[in-house]
């Protein structure tokens, strides 16, 4: 009877998910039929190059949360600062339309430069605006993390103004790409963009699978105190995630700046939002579940802006994420808490 009446209320909080889920798919596939298919191919490459984004920073959240079980909301922040030292790098070394350097070592440079300032942003926000409050109640760092994140709104305001800035990525390395049929076009930048995502993403499953650093994280993620015990240094760890995590972000942004063209100061706020949506959808705490979760709102993203309109597209992701957190809070991999007693 206990049993019974446990599938009955699974099933009860998992209906209104199903059936929001039946009603979009109806929606998609009548939108299908009125613009063809191959308008729903076009916009589902834009989703794939989209997610892939959100993908990177989404595995900063889940990466500092399994380790410290902390939402560092300053995070999309820090993808924000990538975006512009990537714009800095570009303009400083000629701007996109006469470069003084190839094309190729201009790329090179702009990641690397996003990759390792951002990675240091990150371990400076963890040494001074949240290892000082380990011990302190949770709502302290996260209450910390949303005051990291309007200082560096507004630091980048005061030094960049409130204008766009555009990486010009046409001028810097063309118009061209891949056709697939007549109508369907996706540029080599996206493509770019989506294998270099895809690369990062197989790296970084290699560092935390394979070795030391990656075995340091996980038995610090899975019980801190006891990892200390081990020998294990804590203090290193975080900051090493908290490095990885960044870079990743810094170099989200410069793909972002590379596809999209323009950037500007307050662009950390909603992608932090929406990569942290991506993290909750996934599962946070799972790295391959932060890839998934990229792939979906990208493409829920896109499809709201292609097949209705794109106010509605916000609206759309963030009702997933009130979706999940009510029906399946662990997310589509993650995996329920374990209690230590």
Same mark, same amino acid.
């Given at each position: 009877m206990r049993e019974n009446q446990r599938v009955s209320d699974s099933v009860r909080r998992a209906l209104p998910g199903f059936l929001a889920a039946a009603g979009a798919v109806a929606l998609l596939g009548f939108e299908i039929a009125d613009k063809g298919w191959a308008f729903f191919f076009q916009i589902t490459l834009n989703g794939i190059t989209l997610g892939a984004v959100y993908a990177l920073i989404a595995l900063g959240?889940?990466?500092?949360?399994? +380790?410290?079980?902390?939402?560092?909301?300053?995070?999309? /922040?820090v993808?924000?600062?990538?975006?512009? +030292?990537?714009?800095?790098?570009?303009?400083?070394?000629?701007?996109? #339309?006469?470069? &003084?350097? $190839?094309?190729?070592?201009?790329?090179?440079?702009?990641?690397?430069?996003?990759?390792?300032?951002?990675?240091?942003?990150?371990?400076?926000?963890?040494?001074?605006?949240?290892?000082?409050?380990r011990a302190a109640p949770r709502i302290a760092p996260l209450i910390s993390a949303l005051g990291v994140s309007f200082f560096l709104q507004n630091s980048a305001l005061l030094l960049f103004?409130? &204008?766009?800035?555009?990486? /010009? $990525?046409?001028?810097?390395?063309?118009?061209? @790409?891949?056709?697939? *049929?007549?109508?369907?076009?996706?540029?080599?930048?996206? +493509?770019?963009?989506?294998?270099g995502a895809i690369a990062l993403m197989l790296a970084l499953i290699f560092l935390v699978g394979r070795t030391q650093v990656g075995k340091a994280m996980r038995a610090v993620s899975f019980d801190r105190e006891a990892a200390a015990m081990m020998g294990i240094d804590v203090d290193r760890v975080i900051a090493a995630t908290f490095f990885i995590g960044s870079a990743l972000a810094g170099a989200a942004g410069v793909m972002f700046?590379?596809?999209?063209?323009?950037?500007?100061?307050?662009? *950390?706020?909603?992608?932090?939002?929406?990569?942290?949506?991506?993290?909750?959808? @996934?599962?946070? @705490?799972?790295i391959p579940g932060a890839?998934?979760?990229? #792939? +979906?709102?990208?493409?829920?993203?896109?499809?709201?802006? @292609?097949?209705?309109?794109?106010?509605?597209? /916000?609206?759309?992701?963030f009702a997933i994420l009130i979706v999940f957190m009510l029906v399946r809070p662990n997310g589509l991999l993650g995996t329920r808490a374990i209690t230590k007693v």
């Open positions: 959240y889940t990466m500092i949360y399994g +380790i410290l079980k902390l939402l560092n909301f300053a995070h999309g /922040d993808y924000m600062v990538g975006a512009f +030292i990537g714009y800095g790098v570009l303009t400083s070394l000629g701007g996109p #339309l006469n470069p &003084s350097v $190839p094309v190729w070592l201009l790329i090179v440079l702009m990641f690397g430069a996003a990759m390792l300032g951002s990675g240091l942003l990150g371990v400076a926000i963890e040494r001074f605006a949240y290892r000082p409050l103004g409130a &204008s766009y800035r555009s990486y /010009d $990525p046409f001028s810097l390395l063309g118009f061209g @790409g891949a056709h697939f *049929g007549s109508s369907v076009f996706i540029s080599w930048i996206r +493509i770019g963009v989506v294998i700046g590379l596809v999209f063209s323009q950037i500007f100061h307050f662009m *950390g706020f909603l992608a932090g939002l929406k990569g942290f949506t991506a993290a909750v959808v @996934g599962g946070i @705490g799972s890839m998934l979760g990229g #792939l +979906i709102v990208g493409l829920v993203e896109q499809y709201a802006q @292609g097949y209705l309109n794109g106010n509605w597209s /916000d609206l759309f992701v």
